[in-house]
């Protein structure tokens, strides 16, 4: 059984070295030709790499970088809210988002949100998955060596210092697992897409038939509130407004 294991992780180290051996260079050049203002060419690259199933919000925002000087603004959106998934905090990400929107040509005002439900996304924001996952680790650790020395320690302020640290640590673990659970799902089921089309038209229902809402333009995000089976997604603004539109008009973040 040990063979078996030894021989899977060192197939999977295997492949994740192979892989990165090919991707490094892809990156490089990329790198390179975004450097030299060939963008069009840093686009392919950065492109490639993503074909390889390599993902990072660097390689994202490089693209969505790639795709302004380009003056594709919606390609650009896509990416650098691609990028604030995997790195929900990042500055850079946020300031060049909110520079990409202004190139566009509806301004939608999103609904105030109710301010503690602000307030639990700002904390569950503060990491990203990967960063709360390692703390919730990191915590349960802790937790456990404060169990021993519970079990173990045979002075009375060490028990009762271990106990209620170890439950601290315990709960922080639990928490941070939580917020590194629901940052991947939301990332997964994030269920919002950008518009391609240069023009769409929000009907009230999903066919051709339904009636004319209003018309939304390219770059703009809507929400996906339902996928209907003859092509349509049912869609909600940030300001509230919902209806119909063709499912090719838009791209999944």
């Known amino acids: ?16 070295v192979s ?33 390889k199933g390599l993902e990072s919000p660097e390689l994202y925002y490089n693209l969505g970088n790639a795709y302004y000087k380009l003056h594709d603004i919606a390609s650009a959106i896509l990416n650098y809210e691609r990028a604030k998934q995997l790195a929900p905090n990042d500055e850079d990400i946020q300031y060049n988002l909110e520079l990409a929107k202004k190139q566009i040509t509806d301004k939608i005002e999103p609904i105030p949100e109710f301010f503690l439900l602000r307030w639990a ?23 456990l060596v404060l ?11 060490i028990k009762k210092s271990s106990f209620w640290i170890g439950i601290i ?14 940052q991947k799902q939301d990332i997964v089921n994030s269920g919002e897409a950008i518009v391609f089309s240069p023009k769409v038209t929000v009907k009230s229902s999903p066919s051709e038939s339904g009636t ?13 509130v339902d996928d209907d089976i003859n092509g349509w ?21």
Do not use: C
Request: no cysteine; glycine share 4%.
């Open 1 to 16: 059984m040990k063979r078996w294991i030894i021989f899977l992780l060192f197939i999977n180290l295997t492949a994740l």
């Open 19 to 51: 892989v990165a051996q090919k991707v490094d260079p892809l990156i490089d050049s990329a790198n390179n030709a975004y450097t030299e203002q060939n963008y069009e060419e840093a686009v392919g690259f950065y492109e490639k790499v993503l074909d």
């Open 121 to 143: 996304k700002n904390a569950l924001n503060l990491f990203s998955s990967n960063a709360w996952a390692l703390a919730s680790l990191i915590t349960f650790i802790a937790f």
């Open 147 to 157: 169990f021993s020395l519970y079990l173990y320690s045979g002075r009375l302020g």
């Open 169 to 182: 640590a315990l709960i922080i673990s639990i928490a941070s697992f939580s917020f590194s659970y629901q």
């Open 212 to 224: 004319e809402l209003f018309v939304i333009h390219r770059g703009v995000k809507v929400h996906i």
């Open 233 to 253: 997604y049912e869609v909600k603004l940030a300001d509230g407004n919902k209806g119909w539109l063709k499912r090719e008009t838009v791209e999944p973040i």
